[in-house]
């Protein structure tokens, strides 16, 4: 059973550019949420969602922002990138409806200079 | 979500159980217990949960007290490859009524380090 794939692992922009992250979760998950990890300020969330609607969304400028596809697959952009924004980004999928935890990807490593 | 204490750190040696405590003093009657953890620059990686009862399944134990302030995981014996972040969280699941919507909040969690 595939396990919850972000893409790309590593990334280099510079500030001003915008990004976007792409997480598909694992087959039969309907959640997926989003995280955000530095050294200072651990991890954090993001947002959620389950079937395409966002239900919640962390203390984070409106700079980021994500979207989930009908076939549960989620993006997340950030534009106009500030150095602040360099960190760990991982992506969570779950069941939803009945309670088997989070299951983590790899996370996608942001670099911005 | 109500807050958890964990110690920052904690060594245990190969072989041995190795026991994470966490206090939850302000724990509601519907939320749950979660653990996780995090070996270095992996993603976290879902233990254990429960919400009264002691829970066991292949990777731990969860004894969580009477009065639920409080909870311990186990790991029965520890190996090198146990080292990591541990968290310990609290929430309602998000299929229950008045269920978290926001995600996992983690604190700082334990460092555990199994020594050879």
């Known amino acids: 059973k595939a396990g919850v794939t972000q893409t790309p692992r590593y990334l280099i922009k510079t500030r001003g550019q915008q990004v976007t992250l792409s997480c598909s979760p694992i087959s039969g998950h309907r959640s997926v949420s989003w995280y955000q990890q530095t050294p200072g300020q651990g991890l954090q969330f993001l947002f959620e969602y389950f079937s395409e609607t966002q239900r919640n969304k962390g203390n984070f400028p409106g700079r980021f922002s994500g979207r989930q596809f009908s076939n549960s697959r989620s993006e997340m952009n950030v534009s106009t990138l500030e150095l602040g924004d360099s960190a760990l980004y991982l992506c969570?999928?779950?069941?939803?409806?009945?309670?088997?935890?989070?299951?983590f990807g790899s996370g996608t490593r942001l670099t911005v200079v | 979500d109500a807050k958890t204490t964990q110690p920052p750190s904690m060594d245990c040696a190969e072989g041995r159980a190795a026991n994470l405590p966490c206090n939850h003093s302000?724990?509601?009657?519907?939320?749950?217990v979660y653990w996780y953890r995090q070996i270095h620059s992996q993603g976290p990686q879902y233990i254990i949960h429960g919400l009264k009862n002691n829970e066991t399944n292949e990777m731990a134990s969860l004894i969580i007290t009477e009065d639920r302030k409080s909870s311990t995981l186990i790991l029965p014996h520890a190996t090198l490859r146990d080292t990591a972040v541990y968290y310990c969280i609290v929430r309602v699941p998000p299929f229950m009524a008045g269920g978290g919507a926001d995600g996992l909040t983690f604190g700082k969690g334990t460092h555990l380090i199994i020594q050879p």
């Open positions: 302000t724990i509601s009657g519907n939320e749950y």
């Open positions: 969570a999928s779950s069941l939803f409806d009945r309670e088997r935890g989070y299951t």
